[in-house]
């Protein structure tokens, strides 16, 4: 019988791409997404189901689940994918906008874990693999917000790994890098405006322009990745997908941290303190 798994965030970018490859792997799919008109996930009408849900809907959480387990019998592994990113100095980034994207990025997650637990558990089986960020291991400038999203869902679910083991549910971390190819980038600019960075800003806000990764995250980094996850019943916790969150966590393993720090303030045109 063919396992099914549950995404979220599947109307582009690493979501589509996640439901794709489980797709091609011969997984049922229930492909999530605000908006289902926005779907372009192709796959057979037989293992492929394009579901309405917002996060910050519980009756939308509770219906997707409810169909999922209606449909295959029941769900072998949710990976909560869907966020919102935000670029901006904290200074100038609105209580609103900070509001929104903690309801998307950590209270979202904790939701869709709260409403698919008690099927897991009667199972006795099942696997929640949660999408963070590289910014859990290196925070940027202009970043604050939206690390501290990721950093709490880091926090929240090696915790739930303990809680949840006895019943037999598995909780892991997939953490990708910067993804060139999706419109993340363009999102979480989208709020920005002239007076976004005041002119106290500028100078470092050159700097990070002006030195953008050389590696970066596919979009098949991350879908592997989540496939690994989802697949491990093994005491792995976190699974860094793509080259550069890949380098970036291996090299703030191998450093101490006044070495890391160091060389995080040069890269970033902090002078020494």
Same mark, same amino acid.
């Given at each position: 019988?063919?396992?099914?798994?549950?995404? &979220?965030?599947?109307?582009?970018?690493?979501?589509?791409? &996640? *439901?794709?490859?489980?797709?091609?792997?011969?997984?049922?799919?229930?492909?999530?997404?605000?908006?289902?008109?926005?779907?372009?996930?192709?796959?057979?009408?037989?293992?492929?189901?394009?579901?309405?849900? !917002?996060?910050?809907?519980?009756?939308?959480?509770?219906?997707?689940?409810?169909?999922?387990?209606?449909?295959?019998?029941?769900?072998?592994?949710?990976?909560?994918? /869907?966020?919102?990113?935000?670029?901006?100095?904290?200074?100038? #980034?609105?209580?609103?906008?900070?509001?929104?994207?903690?309801?998307?990025? &950590?209270?979202?997650?904790?939701?869709?874990?709260?409403?698919?637990?008690? %099927?897991?558990?009667?199972?006795?089986?099942? &696997?929640? +693999?949660?999408?963070?960020?590289?910014?859990?291991?290196?925070?940027?400038?202009?970043?604050? /917000?939206?690390?501290?999203?990721?950093?709490?869902?880091?926090?929240?679910?090696?915790?739930?790994?303990?809680?949840?083991?006895?019943?037999?549910? %598995?909780?892991?971390?997939?953490?990708?890098?910067?993804?060139? !190819?999706?419109?993340?980038?363009?999102?979480?600019? *989208? %709020?920005? !405006?002239?007076? #976004?960075?005041?002119?106290?800003?500028?100078?470092?806000?050159?700097?990070?322009?002006?030195?953008?990764?050389?590696?970066?995250?596919?979009?098949? !980094?991350?879908?592997?990745?989540?496939?690994?996850?989802?697949?491990?019943?093994? $005491?792995?916790?976190?699974?860094?997908?793509?080259?550069?969150? +890949?380098?970036?966590?291996?090299?703030?393993?191998?450093?101490?941290?006044? /070495?890391?720090?160091?060389?995080?303030?040069?890269?970033?045109?902090?002078? $020494?303190?």
């Amino acid at each position: 019988m063919n396992k099914t798994v549950l995404v &979220t965030g599947c109307s582009s970018g690493f979501g589509k791409a &996640t *439901a794709q490859l489980f797709l091609a792997k011969g997984w049922n799919v229930i492909a999530t997404m605000r908006r289902p008109s926005d779907n372009s996930i192709d796959g057979p009408a037989d293992r492929l189901r394009v579901v309405a849900l !917002d996060v910050m809907d519980a009756g939308s959480m509770r219906s997707a689940i409810r169909g999922a387990v209606s449909l295959f019998g029941g769900v072998d592994v949710l990976v909560n994918n /869907a966020g919102i990113g935000l670029f901006l100095p904290f200074e100038t #980034s609105s209580d609103d906008l900070i509001r929104r994207m903690f309801e998307t990025n &950590t209270f979202g997650v904790m939701a869709m874990v709260r409403a698919i637990l008690p %099927h897991m558990r009667e199972r006795g089986c099942g &696997t929640i +693999v949660n999408v963070t960020s590289s910014v859990v291991f290196n925070p940027m400038p202009f970043s604050a /917000a939206y690390t501290a999203t990721k950093i709490a869902v880091e926090g929240f679910s090696e915790a739930l790994s303990y809680e949840l083991a006895p019943f037999g549910i %598995h909780v892991k971390l997939v953490e990708p890098g910067y993804g060139r !190819d999706t419109n993340f980038g363009a999102a979480a600019m *989208a %709020h920005n !405006d002239e007076n #976004s960075f005041p002119a106290p800003y500028q100078a470092q806000l050159g700097v990070l322009m002006g030195g953008l990764p050389e590696l970066a995250t596919n979009l098949e !980094d991350v879908a592997e990745a989540v496939l690994r996850a989802a697949n491990d019943t093994g $005491p792995t916790l976190r699974f860094p997908a793509g080259a550069d969150s +890949v380098a970036n966590a291996r090299k703030r393993a191998g450093l101490s941290e006044e /070495a890391f720090l160091a060389g995080a303030r040069q890269a970033f045109g902090v002078a $020494p303190q």
